[in-house]
Antibody, heavy 116, light 107 residues
Framework: QVQLVESGGGLVKPGGSLRLSCAASGFTFSDYYMSWIRQAPGKGLEWVSYISSSGSTIYYADSVKGRFTISRDNAKNSLYLQMNSLRAEDTAVYYC?????????WGQGTLVTVSS | EIVMTQSPATLSVSPGERATLSCRASQSVSSNLAWYQQKPGQAPRLLIYGASTRATGIPARFSGSGSGTEFTLTISSLQSEDFAVYYCQQYNNWPSTFGQGTKVEIK
């Protein structure tokens, strides 16, 4: 069965950095687009970024462009999100999800809190 | 950016009744529209994609309709496990955008 497990969240000060990871299993990782979506506490969903199966196509939301970098390692079945220059408004649960359009499978999420 | 507007914000329904949720796009998204269900403390779950195709394992009481700018999610007979927040999402244009959600609560 498809499993997506995020890790790397935590408490970080404004201006700091964090790297999120998502370990995938139960499907051929290298065949699928992958995405990061976030949800601020008590709020709705926001698509952060997605990456094509080969890594050649990448999109970012304007709110994170220039600060966040998505990447993947198909040999390790892993997706990453490098987050730099973090702001209070980046505080959210970050989900990785399979696919680049409708999102068929989601991880359980990892909480990122940006606070001094 | 395409703005997705869901209505109502909260829907109070008795178990066994029908629930109808609406989603409107600020411009046409063709049939590139999905619906998700989210329960407290859980990740969203895909219910419907392509505006009307049920995802794997989704019960037949969930149905989606619409195209262009107007979409509807119908739950034909609400079960206790259906009380949750529902989001629509367009993926016709980048950035893909979500509606603000409709909370379906017990009446």
């Amino acid at each position: 069965q498809v499993q997506l497990v995020e890790s790397g969240g935590g408490l970080v000060k404004p201006g700091g950095s964090l790297r999120l990871s998502c370990a995938a299993s139960g499907f051929t990782f290298s065949d699928y687009y992958m995405s990061w979506i976030r949800q601020a506490p008590g709020k709705g969903l926001e698509w952060v970024s997605y990456i094509s199966s080969s890594g050649s196509t990448i999109y970012y939301a304007d709110s994170v462009k220039g600060r966040f970098t998505i990447s993947r390692d198909n040999a390790k079945n892993s997706l990453y999100l490098q987050m730099n220059s973090l702001r209070a408004e980046d505080t959210a649960v970050y989900y990785c999800a399979r696919d680049g359009w409708e999102l068929h499978y989601w991880g359980q999420g990892t909480l990122v809190t940006v606070s001094s | 950016e395409i703005v997705m507007t869901q209505s109502p914000a909260t829907l109070s329904v008795s178990p066994g009744e029908r629930a109808t949720l609406s989603c409107r796009a600020s411009q046409s998204v063709s049939s590139n529209l999905a619906w998700y269900q989210q329960k407290p403390g859980q990740a969203p779950r895909l219910l419907i994609y392509g505006a009307s195709t049920r995802a794997t394992g989704i019960p037949a009481r969930f149905s989606g309709s619409g195209s262009g700018t107007e979409f509807t999610l119908t739950i034909s007979s609400l079960q206790s496990e259906d009380f949750a927040v529902y989001y629509c999402q367009q993926y016709n244009n980048w950035p893909s955008t979500f509606g603000q959600g409709t909370k379906v609560e017990i009446k």
